[in-house]
């Protein structure tokens, strides 16, 4: 299973952006898709999660701005980011909860870079 994140980029504050992560390979169904991001020095933290029945949650600091979504046909999540902030920036991965063969792995994207200046 592979995990294939795009969609980042330079941003002006106020700007938007949208993420996509694209799971490919052997995939009976996804649980859990998440957004997590990671700025200089700083630990990984989730953004954004949504359940295979599409419950979401949200870190506090994207409320309102941010929105989860995804197309279970396509196995593809998408992260639609508004009223970006430059404390926005960092690198974006996806993570997915894969089930296949009754089994359930998490799996991590390779990244997409966001920058958002002032």
């Known amino acids: 299973v592979q995990l294939q994140a795009s969609g980042g980029g330079l941003v002006q504050a106020g700007g938007s952006l949208r993420l996509s992560c694209a799971a490919s390979?052997?995939?009976?169904?996804?649980?859990?898709l998440a957004w997590y991001r990671q700025a200089p020095g700083k630990q990984r933290e989730l953004v954004a999660a949504i359940t295979s029945s599409g419950s979401t949650n949200y870190a506090d600091s994207v409320k309102g701005r941010f929105t989860i979504s995804r197309d279970n046909a396509k196995n593809t999540g998408y992260l639609q980011m508004n009223s970006l902030k430059p404390e926005d920036t960092a690198v974006y991965y996806c993570n997915a909860d894969v089930k296949n063969r009754g089994i359930v792995r998490g799996y991590w994207g390779q990244g997409t870079l966001v920058t958002v200046f002032s």
């Open positions: 390979g052997s995939i009976f169904s996804i649980n859990t």
